[in-house]
């Protein structure tokens, strides 16, 4: 998979990305996030919502799937924002690029479990990462990162979810480096 800050298709770095990404054999491409103003919340999901729709279209033309990535502060934290549009595109090229500790920080207890339920069907890739919330002197709460199953995301439930779901794409940890690919 690759990461990207890609948006739209119009942006002119599109084309290169995902012709190269596709002469390389690399399947699974994350686009970059979609920001709320908090203007007007509707318009700015329907913006985001047909700027992902003409990129998945762009990427289907070059053989790329397309992950979109659950990010805590941006369009799709909660992942029904952007379930809509998903469902009106091919499975095939767009999916989720599911982050159960971004789910687990924007959706409380078992709000990841609503959203993993949702996504599950579509998933394409997989973050992992684990957190728990701290309350520092004089501040407010705070993510704090921990090593995996030390935290307040539900792994074992979540593998499980996602095992039975049939689930084989890539799995991604912070601080993973890029495997060089030869041929």
């Not at 659950?70 to 009106?88: E, F, K, L, S």
């Amino acid at each position: 998979m690759i990461t990207t800050e890609l948006v739209s298709s119009r942006d002119p770095t599109a084309v290169p990305i995902l012709t190269t990404a596709a002469k390389l054999s690399v399947p699974f491409l994350k686009p970059g996030y979609y920001h709320y103003k908090f203007v007007d919340v509707r318009k700015e999901l329907a913006q985001a919502c047909n700027q992902f729709r003409g990129l998945v279209e762009l990427a289907q033309k070059c053989g790329v799937q397309v992950g979109f990535h659950n990010h805590a502060g941006y369009v799709g934290a909660q992942t029904w924002d952007i379930a809509r549009a998903m469902d009106a595109l091919d499975p095939k090229w767009a999916g989720y690029y599911y982050d159960l500790e971004n789910a687990a920080a924007e959706g409380g207890a078992e709000g990841w479990r609503i959203a993993a339920n949702l996504v599950m069907p579509r998933m394409k890739m997989m973050a992992v990462k684990d957190f728990y919330w701290r309350k520092p002197e004089r501040k407010g709460w705070e993510e704090t990162t921990c090593p995996l199953g030390e935290g307040m995301c539900k792994y074992k439930d979540f593998l499980r979810m996602a095992a039975e779901g049939g689930f084989h794409g890539p799995i991604r940890r912070p601080g993973d480096r890029p495997i060089a690919r030869k041929g």
